[in-house]
C-alpha cells in the first residue's frame, strides 16, 4: 500500500536546519544560499578572505554592497520568495527575524519524513480517545507529592498506549520519494492575536519579544520566513501494515479492542480536522480575516466531504499549526481542560488571564496579504 500527500496549504515539515542571514543574500526577489565551501576556497588564494571572515563575525547578515557578487555567481541554492513584496520586508526586519527554517532534504532532494505523517494521524487517533476523567486524573496528579514532569507523555501512554503496546504500532511509514526543489519557496508569516477591546476581541500582530501592534498595520508587526512546499505539491511514499497485529490473540494480550489500521486514522483524522478548522473558523470571523476565512472554510468543506471515506483524509502537520494541532484537543474552552492546564507552568499565565486559549494563530502572507494557515494537506491511501 502507498500514501499520496498533496498539499492544501503551504507545508514545513523541517529536520531542524536553518540559514542564519549570514548563510544567504537576497538578489532578484530570490534567497541565494552561499556555496561557502567555495567562496572560501576562491577566497584563500588573495588577501580578502581575512576581510570576509571579520564580516562573518561581526555582521548581522552580509553586505550586499561589498559581497553581492557571490549571491550572483557562488549560490547553491536559489529558493524564491513568494511574492516579490518579501524583499522590502526582509530589508527592513530585525535580524533575529531572519532565520530561515528549512524543509527536511537529504542528498537527493526535499522529502516528507514518514514519521511526520504517522505523527499526524497518531494526533487524530488522540483525539478519538480522550476523556473528561482523564483531565481530572491528570490534574490530580499535577497537585501530587511528585508532580508529573511529562503530563502529555503520560496522557499519550493512556490514550494510545506506552511504547511495547502502542496502538501505532500496527502502521508504518516510510519517507517519501524526493521531489523537485523547484516546487519550495520562501514565504512570509506573521503571528495574529487577540486584543480585548471592553466586551470584545479585535484582531492583533504580534511584535518581538513581546507586544502587539493594531490590526491594520500587520507590516509593523514580526515578520517570519520559513521555506515551505507550495499548494500542489505531491509526495507519495510506502505505507505498511502488520497483519501480526490484527490476530485475535494478539490483541487480547495487548488489551485492544481492534487493531488501529488505516481505516481507523483516517475516520480519526477527519473527525479531528473537522472539529479544529470549525475551531479555526470561529477565530477568523472573530478577527475579520476575510481571506483566511475563507481559506479555512474550504479546507473544511474538504474534511466534510470525505466524512465518508476510509482511505482519505485531511490532515493538519509541520511547522506552524499550533498546541491544538499536536496535542489532540480542540474543545480548549472546557473547564476541566483549562483546569488541568493552570497547573502546567508554561501554559498557567494563559490560562489565568481568562482569554480564550490559545489566542494566536500563525497567518501565511500570500502577495503580502492574510490569507492562509499553514500545513494542512490531503492524504489518500491505495
Given at each position: 500500500?502507498?500514501?499520496?500527500?498533496?498539499?492544501?496549504t503551504?507545508?514545513?515539515?523541517?529536520d531542524?536546519?536553518?540559514?542564519?542571514?549570514?548563510?544567504?543574500?537576497?538578489?532578484?526577489?530570490?534567497?541565494?544560499v552561499?556555496?561557502?565551501?567555495?567562496?572560501?576556497?576562491?577566497?584563500?588564494?588573495?588577501?580578502?578572505?581575512?576581510?570576509?571572515?571579520?564580516?562573518?563575525?561581526?555582521?548581522?547578515?552580509?553586505?550586499?554592497?561589498?559581497?553581492?557578487?557571490?549571491a550572483?555567481?557562488?549560490?547553491?541554492?536559489?529558493?524564491?520568495?513568494?511574492?516579490?513584496?518579501?524583499?522590502?520586508?526582509?530589508?527592513?526586519?530585525?535580524?533575529?527575524?531572519?532565520?530561515?527554517p528549512l524543509?527536511?532534504s537529504?542528498?537527493?532532494?526535499?522529502?516528507?519524513?514518514?514519521?511526520?505523517?504517522?505523527?499526524?494521524?497518531r494526533?487524530?487517533?488522540l483525539?478519538?480517545?480522550?476523556t473528561?476523567?482523564?483531565?481530572?486524573?491528570?490534574?490530580?496528579?499535577?497537585?501530587?507529592?511528585r508532580?508529573?514532569?511529562?503530563?502529555?507523555?503520560?496522557?499519550?501512554?493512556?490514550l494510545?498506549?506506552?511504547?511495547?503496546?502502542?496502538?501505532?504500532?500496527?502502521?508504518?511509514?516510510?519517507?517519501?520519494?524526493?521531489?523537485?526543489e523547484?516546487?519550495?519557496?520562501?514565504?512570509?508569516?506573521?503571528?495574529a492575536?487577540?486584543?480585548?477591546?471592553?466586551?470584545?476581541?479585535?484582531?492583533?500582530?504580534?511584535?518581538?519579544?513581546?507586544?502587539?501592534v493594531?490590526?491594520s498595520?500587520?507590516?509593523?508587526?514580526?515578520?517570519?520566513?520559513?521555506?515551505?512546499?507550495?499548494?500542489?505539491?505531491?509526495?507519495?511514499?510506502?505505507?505498511?501494515?502488520r497483519?501480526?497485529?490484527?490476530?485475535?490473540?494478539?490483541?487480547?494480550?495487548?488489551?485492544?479492542?481492534?487493531?488501529?489500521?488505516?481505516?481507523?486514522?483516517?475516520?480519526?483524522?477527519?473527525?479531528?480536522?473537522?472539529?479544529?478548522?470549525?475551531?479555526?473558523?470561529?477565530?477568523?470571523?472573530?478577527?475579520?480575516?476575510?481571506?483566511?476565512?475563507e481559506?479555512?472554510?474550504?479546507?473544511?468543506?474538504?474534511?466534510?466531504?470525505?466524512s465518508?471515506?476510509?482511505?482519505?483524509?485531511?490532515?493538519s502537520?509541520?511547522?506552524?499549526?499550533?498546541?491544538?494541532?499536536?496535542?489532540?484537543?480542540?474543545?480548549?474552552?472546557?473547564e476541566?481542560?483549562?483546569?488541568?492546564?493552570?497547573?502546567?507552568?508554561?501554559?498557567?499565565k494563559?490560562?489565568?488571564s481568562?482569554?480564550?486559549?490559545?489566542?494566536?494563530?500563525?497567518?501565511?502572507?500570500?502577495?503580502?496579504?492574510?490569507?492562509?494557515?499553514?500545513?494542512?494537506?490531503?492524504?489518500?491511501f491505495?
Open positions: 500500500m502507498n500514501y499520496r500527500l498533496t498539499c492544501l503551504p507545508l514545513l515539515v523541517g531542524g536546519r536553518e540559514l542564519a542571514p549570514i548563510d544567504y543574500m537576497i538578489w532578484k526577489d530570490q534567497v541565494n552561499l556555496d561557502q565551501n567555495r567562496i572560501f576556497k576562491l577566497l584563500s588564494r588573495g588577501p580578502r578572505l581575512e576581510n570576509y571572515l571579520n564580516q562573518l563575525k561581526r555582521a548581522d547578515k552580509l553586505d550586499f554592497a561589498s559581497w553581492g557578487g557571490f550572483q555567481n557562488f549560490a547553491g541554492r536559489r529558493i524564491p520568495f513568494e511574492h516579490p513584496s518579501s524583499t522590502a520586508i526582509w530589508e527592513r526586519a530585525r535580524a533575529e527575524h531572519l532565520f530561515i524543509f527536511a537529504n542528498q537527493r532532494g526535499p522529502y516528507l519524513p514518514g514519521s511526520a505523517l504517522k505523527g499526524a494521524l494526533t487524530g487517533l483525539y478519538s480517545r480522550w473528561p476523567e482523564l483531565f481530572k486524573d491528570l490534574t490530580a496528579r499535577l497537585q501530587g507529592d508532580p508529573l514532569r511529562r503530563p502529555g507523555e503520560a496522557a499519550d501512554e493512556r494510545v498506549g506506552p511504547p511495547p503496546s502502542s496502538r501505532m504500532k500496527v502502521v508504518g511509514a516510510a519517507d517519501s520519494h524526493p521531489v523537485a523547484s516546487v519550495m519557496k520562501v514565504y512570509l508569516s506573521r503571528t492575536t487577540l486584543a480585548p477591546r471592553g466586551n470584545r476581541f479585535e484582531l492583533g500582530w504580534k511584535t518581538a519579544p513581546r507586544g502587539t493594531d490590526g498595520r500587520p507590516e509593523e508587526s514580526a515578520p517570519s520566513f520559513s521555506e515551505m512546499a507550495s499548494p500542489g505539491t505531491v509526495f507519495e511514499g510506502r505505507w505498511s501494515e497483519e501480526f497485529y490484527r490476530l485475535p490473540d494478539v490483541c487480547r494480550v495487548l488489551h485492544w479492542k481492534e487493531a488501529a489500521g488505516a481505516a481507523t486514522l483516517v475516520r480519526a483524522a477527519n473527525a479531528f480536522s473537522e472539529s479544529l478548522l470549525t475551531q479555526h473558523l470561529r477565530y477568523m470571523e472573530v478577527v475579520g480575516l476575510a481571506r483566511v476565512k481559506s479555512v472554510a474550504e479546507l473544511l468543506d474538504k474534511v466534510r466531504s470525505l465518508a471515506s476510509s482511505n482519505a483524509c485531511v490532515i502537520l509541520g511547522w506552524g499549526g499550533g498546541i491544538m494541532s499536536k496535542s489532540g484537543y480542540v474543545d480548549t474552552s472546557a476541566p481542560y483549562r483546569e488541568m492546564m493552570r497547573h502546567i507552568a508554561l501554559y498557567s494563559a490560562i489565568q481568562g482569554l480564550p486559549f490559545p489566542k494566536t494563530r500563525r497567518i501565511l502572507f500570500l502577495g503580502n496579504q492574510p490569507a492562509a494557515m499553514p500545513g494542512w494537506a490531503l492524504v489518500e491505495a
